[in-house]
């Protein structure tokens, strides 16, 4: 079972309107958790950053939050634009072993319509 | 932005040729890895390297190769590619220090084996 689930798979919105994209992990220990956005055909650009103590980061129109608790981190992207077409990839950093270990979700693709 | 470049952006060579991908990057990182990832599909970690002269295979079984002799550089090799191996390949490294576990990722080598 992988260990940081992303949902949905894909989400179609039409421009202008938000979203919230979710990424449940069981990762632990925890140092941070990051968004990254990727382009077709690029490579992937991180987005946000979360700490173990942080519950929400704005960078622009995204908004990240941050539930320890419950090991839950969603992505809310706020008046969508046609470039906001992308997949959206959440990683877990855990440094707690000897070479630290990244685990990755597959992902959200977000289609914005016209 | 990110000082991590991968050559070539394409490549388009007929079945049984060797080909190597290269992968740079300026930002003195020690942790570097490469990644395959088909169209729409999620990054699978195919080798990761700690250092010079530390290489290692990753979760997904590749018949390629990798080398680090320097730090900066770490160029994957097909000694004999197939059409089996049409794919992107990302190459990434790793920004540690602090709680950061910030990935930078290159522009992708789009492989297509005929």
């Known amino acids: 079972k992988n260990q940081v689930e992303q949902s949905p798979q894909s989400l179609i919105i039409l421009e202008g309107k938000n979203c919230t994209l979710q990424c449940n992990y069981t990762v632990s220990p925890f ?80 289609t914005v319509w016209p | 932005e990110a000082d991590i470049y991968q050559t070539p952006r394409y490549l388009v060579i007929g079945t049984g040729k060797k080909i190597t991908l290269e992968c ?24 990761y390297s700690y250092g010079v002269n530390s290489t290692e295979k990753g979760d997904l079984s590749s018949e390629s190769t990798v080398s680090r002799i320097r730090t900066e550089h770490f ?4 000694e004999s590619a197939r059409p089996s191996h049409t794919s992107q390949y990302l190459c990434a490294s790793l920004k540690t220090g602090g709680n950061t576990g910030e990935l930078f990722f290159g522009e992708g080598s789009r492989l297509t084996v005929l």
């Open chain 1, 31 to 110: 140092s941070n958790l990051r968004w990254y956005k990727q382009d077709t055909g690029r490579g992937p650009v991180s987005l946000t950053i979360m700490t173990f103590s942080e519950n929400t980061k704005s960078n622009g129109r995204y908004t990240a939050t941050l539930d320890a608790d419950t090991k839950q981190s969603s992505l809310h992207i706020t008046a969508s634009q046609l470039s906001d077409s992308a997949s959206y990839i959440c990683v877990v950093y855990d440094r707690g072993s000897t070479l630290g270990r990244l685990y990755f979700g597959r992902g959200t693709q977000l």
């Open chain 2, 24 to 47: 740079s990057q300026t930002m003195g990182h020690d942790k570097m890895y490469w990644y395959q990832q088909d169209p729409g599909m999620e990054l699978h970690l195919i080798h």
């Open chain 2, 75 to 78: 160029p994957l090799t097909l």
